[in-house]
């Protein structure tokens, strides 16, 4: 379930980033007042912006939500023991201790 929410918010974030730069400035709409061909259509820029400020709205109410969600999945679950962490171990050598590279294959 955890790499699910995890896959789903990585396209959640990807589709967030898109809308965000698909999305036209203040000042777009100033070009369509003035006669651009795209102000006579039938999703006019007024209607597709209002939808994709919506869609945000959405997305990152999603993105949230699911940041919190998966925050406190991982912040529940118990920690496992890393393979990172035991790569140099201590071990004695006739009274001295000698630094051993050691990779755990567990």
């Known amino acids: 379930m955890y790499y699910a929410l995890l896959v789903i ?8 980033v898109a809308l965000i730069i698909l999305q036209k400035g203040k000042g777009a709409d100033m070009v369509a007042s ?4 795209a102000s006579s259509t039938l999703f006019s820029s007024s ?8 869609m945000t709205a959405v997305l990152a ?3 949230f939500f699911l940041s919190l969600l998966l ?9 496992k023991n890393n393979s990172w962490d035991t790569l140099t171990k201590t ?14 294959t567990r």
Not at 34 to 37: C, I, N, P, R
Not at 94 to 104: A, E, Q, R
């Open 9 to 16: 918010f990585l396209l959640v974030a990807i589709s967030l």
């Open 34 to 37: 003035f006669g651009a061909a």
């Open 47 to 54: 209607r597709i912006g209002n939808f994709m400020t919506r």
């Open 61 to 63: 109410t999603f993105f």
């Open 71 to 79: 925050g406190n999945l991982n912040n529940n679950n118990p920690k």
């Open 91 to 104: 071990q004695q050598a006739d009274g001295c201790s000698v630094k051993k590279n050691v990779i755990d």
